[in-house]
């Protein structure tokens, strides 16, 4: 077993919840994309120091990609 340091790291899925998710409940859209978008930066970052470059330029991806599904939502919801 080999853990996936980028989609689900062992260290956030100590309890029953996953910390993402939980940090989901508890923001406003608008917090949540402040969120993304500043994770996104901070792996962009702190990409070439840390020694796992490219660990860290798939979990800025990451961020990127749940920024762009939360605009994509709030997109639809201003069509209906």
């Known amino acids: ?11 956030y899925n100590t309890g029953a919840v996953e910390c993402i998710d939980g940090i989901i409940a508890c923001m406003s859209k608008d917090e949540l994309k402040g969120f993304y978008k500043g994770n996104a930066i ?12 490219v660990e860290d330029l798939k979990k800025a991806q990451w961020y990127l990609g749940r920024l762009i599904c939360l605009l994509k939502e709030k997109e639809n919801e201003r069509k209906f």
């Open 42 to 53: 901070k792996y962009l970052w702190r990409s070439e120091s840390k020694g796992a470059e």
């Open 1 to 11: 077993f080999v853990p996936n340091m980028v989609d689900h790291p062992q260290h």
